[in-house]
């Protein structure tokens, strides 16, 4: 028949127009900022520094390597390296960013920042409402301002976090182990008996 097509479509429109008001399936505007629908866990706006631990400074994980700031596309990144070390989160000796600062009006949400970073130090927020009046102060955020807990990391990206957290623990237990090994050794030796006096030639 001339028109079914036509008249196919409209039925189908009309049925989607009247379900929308009764379905919840098709109730799909969302009266936002009363009414929010969680984020999902691959959603990411701008980065964030990820530290362990109660204490920002000291559990951030940069380690001021700086391979973030130069691989970043629009170069919003800036770090300055401290000149002493701090534990990182193995023990270990490193340095750390005395400036860290992301100018978010540049950023573009690209993730390259984190896909880089050997450190697990750097993620994605899913933060959005960052307005300000202030259009270049406003935007640029420092090291504290960036800094977000381990905590926080889960309840945003709760998988990646987990496997983050077990690499990193496998990673811990990696080097804690070298370290015992290396103790021992160094035990044995300082109890090893001294060699005779005059021995040798
Ligand atoms: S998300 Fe992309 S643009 Fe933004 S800071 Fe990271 S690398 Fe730079
Ligand atoms: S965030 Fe990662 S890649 Fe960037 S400086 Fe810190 S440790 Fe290096």
């Given at each position: ?10 039925a189908e429109t009309a ?187």
């Amino acid at each position: 028949m001339l028109g079914e097509g036509i008249l196919k479509g409209m039925a189908e429109t009309a049925k989607n127009f009247f379900l929308s008001y009764v379905s919840k399936e098709r109730l799909t505007t969302v009266e936002y900022p009363e009414e929010r629908i969680p984020a999902v866990e691959a959603a990411r706006v701008f980065p964030f520094l990820v530290y362990d631990g109660a204490d920002w400074q000291a559990g951030m994980r940069c380690v001021a390597c700086q391979i973030c700031e130069k691989e970043c596309p629009p170069k919003c990144i800036y770090i300055e390296k401290s000149k002493d070390k701090k534990p990182d989160f193995a023990g270990k000796p490193q340095f750390y960013p005395t400036r860290f600062d992301i100018d978010v009006s540049v950023c573009m949400s690209c993730q390259i920042c984190v896909e880089v970073c050997p450190f697990e130090a750097i993620k994605m927020d899913n933060e959005f409402e960052l307005a300000t009046g202030d259009r270049f102060g406003g935007l640029l955020y420092d090291r504290h301002q960036l800094a977000r807990s381990n905590e926080y990391y889960h309840s945003v990206h709760p998988t990646e976090a987990s496997e983050v957290d077990a690499r990193l623990a496998a990673e811990k237990a990696k080097v804690e182990a070298k370290s015992k090994t290396a103790a021992q050794a160094a035990a044995a030796k300082a109890a090893a008996p001294a060699p005779p006096a005059g021995g040798g030639r």
